[in-house]
């Protein structure tokens, strides 16, 4: 489960391990919740999404996981990616491809179009199957449109609890900036700090697009595992 709080939403969210090599994401956005006087976004939107391990990480090989944000929604943070990490020592990488939101900076032609022609079309608006309907799944525009590339990395001291963070984003916001919450297209390097104060409990500060603090709580608890068993004699 996660808290986090930025100017353009807050955004509560609850990942769950739905199948061995499937974690499922259940998140609730609030966008502009500083209320900008330049914006008119009220949108408060509920959606989903899948992200499916394809390939274990091994000693050479990287793990690669596919996933699709927003799978039922309105399309506010639609998107999908296929990503590929790897662990080295106290240093993770990653490099991934994304589409939708997630491809909208830098942009190239999607290699899927070998494939088919048409995965070079992405319906947009009511088109893509979400709209106000949020129960719909939006499933014709998966991995469609143009794609760009998005990675990070992330290195975690070995003395104390924290992991120093950095990303390049590949989503340029173009919906927050049409909204007014934005005056313009932000810068793509993100900056933060992890830190762990005990197992399964984390706070992040980040430093986003080049202009914005975030702060982040997350707390993850092992469901599977079974209580002790309690026994008293009967008396």
């Not at 008119?40 to 499916?52: F, Q």
């Not at 039922?72 to 991934?96: P, R």
């Not at 499933?139 to 104390?160: D, M, P, V, W």
């Amino acid at each position: 489960a996660t808290i986090a709080a930025e100017n353009v939403a807050n955004i509560y969210s609850v990942n769950f391990q739905a199948l061995p090599k499937m974690q499922a994401t259940f998140r609730y956005s609030i966008f502009n919740p500083n209320e900008v006087p330049t914006s008119n976004d009220a949108l408060r939107d509920r959606s989903y999404g899948i992200k499916l391990l394809a390939i274990d990480e091994s000693k050479i090989q990287p793990a690669i996981a596919f996933g699709v944000r927003d799978l039922f929604g309105t399309g506010a943070w639609e998107g999908e990616y296929v990503v590929a990490s790897k662990k080295i020592d106290n240093l993770d990488v990653s490099l991934g491809l994304g589409w939708g939101r997630l491809g909208s900076r830098s942009g190239f032609r999607n290699p899927l179009r070998v494939l088919s022609p048409s995965l070079e079309y992405r319906p947009t608006g009511f088109e893509t199957g979400g709209g106000e309907l949020t129960g719909q799944s939006r499933g014709n525009t998966f991995f469609r449109g143009r794609a760009a590339f998005f990675g990070g990395i992330e290195y975690r001291l070995s003395s104390i609890p924290i992991v120093i963070k950095a990303e390049y984003d590949s989503d340029q916001y173009e919906r927050e900036v049409f909204q007014g919450t934005l005056d313009s297209a932000p810068t793509a390097v993100n900056f933060g700090l992890s830190w762990s104060p005990s197992p399964g409990v984390s706070l992040k500060i980040n430093w986003l697009r080049g202009d914005t603090l975030g702060i982040a709580f997350s707390s993850q608890i092992e469901a599977k595992q079974l209580a002790p068993r309690k026994y008293e004699r009967p008396k």
